[in-house]
Nanobody, 114 residues
Framework: VQLQASGGGLVQAGGSLRLSCATSGSFFSISATGWYRQAPGSQREWVASITSGSTTSYAGSVKGRFTISRDNAKNMVYLQMNSLKPEDTAVYYC?????????WGQGTLVTVSS
């Protein structure tokens, strides 16, 4: 299983970005998937998840601002990020599950300037 995250960049506070994660493998459509992030000097923290049935859950710090979605036909998971804040600055990692457990993408950097 391989994952490729994209869509990061530099944005001003209050702006929006949409992250995408392309996955391989035949287990994606039956697996929960989602996003974590890691800010400089901090531990990796969970951001959002979506089940195979498209039930979503969010960390309190992003709820109401971020929206996770998936397209099983394309093996893609997305993270729409609105009303971005400087504290959202981090490397964002997508993940999914497969026969070997949890798999991670390489990360995409999001920088929010104040």
């Amino acid at each position: 299983v391989q994952l490729q995250a994209s869509g990061g960049g530099l944005v001003q506070a209050g702006g929006s970005l949409r992250l995408s994660c392309a996955t391989s493998g035949s287990f994606f459509s039956i697996s929960a998937t989602g996003w974590y992030r890691q800010a400089p000097g901090s531990q990796r923290e969970w951001v959002a998840s979506i089940t195979s049935g498209s039930t979503t859950s969010y960390a309190g710090s992003v709820k109401g601002r971020f929206t996770i979605s998936r397209d099983n036909a394309k093996n893609m998971v997305y993270l729409q990020m609105n009303s971005l804040k400087p504290e959202d600055t981090a490397v964002y990692y997508c993940f999914t599950h497969g026969p070997g457990g949890r798999y991670w993408g390489q990360g995409t950097l999001v920088t929010v300037s104040s």
